[in-house]
Nanobody
Framework: VQLQASGGGLVQPGGSLRLSCAAS????????MGWYRQAPGKQRELVAS???????NYADSVKGRFTISRDNAKNTVYLQMNSLKPEDTAVYYC?????????WGQGTQVTVSS
């Protein structure tokens, strides 16, 4: 499975970005797709995840600001990020996992700064 992430960039505080991640290859029907992030000097952390039947999970720090969604027909997961804060600055990684496997995308930089 290959994961191609896109949509990162530089945005001012309070702004919005939308990340996309397309999975290709032998993608299993039942899986969890998610976004993680890693800021300099910090551990990688879960931002949000979504199961193939639409159940979502969010980090407390992004609840009410970020929305994860997916298009199963396109094997694509999205992360709509609103009201961005400087502390959201990190490399964001797409993840696809199921029973016995996990795959990572290449990461996309999100920088929130004035």
């Amino acid at each position: 499975v290959q994961l191609q992430a896109s949509g990162g960039g530089l945005v001012q505080p309070g702004g919005s970005l939308r990340l996309s991640c397309a999975a290709s290859g032998s993608v299993l029907r039942i899986n969890v797709m998610g976004w993680y992030r890693q800021a300099p000097g910090k551990q990688r952390e879960l931002v949000a995840s979504i199961t193939s039947d639409g159940r979502t999970n969010y980090a407390d720090s992004v609840k009410g600001r970020f929305t994860i969604s997916r298009d199963n027909a396109k094997n694509t997961v999205y992360l709509q990020m609103n009201s961005l804060k400087p502390e959201d600055t990190a490399v964001y990684y797409c993840n696809n996992k199921g029973v016995g496997y996990t795959y990572w995308g290449q990461g996309t930089q999100v920088t929130v700064s004035s």
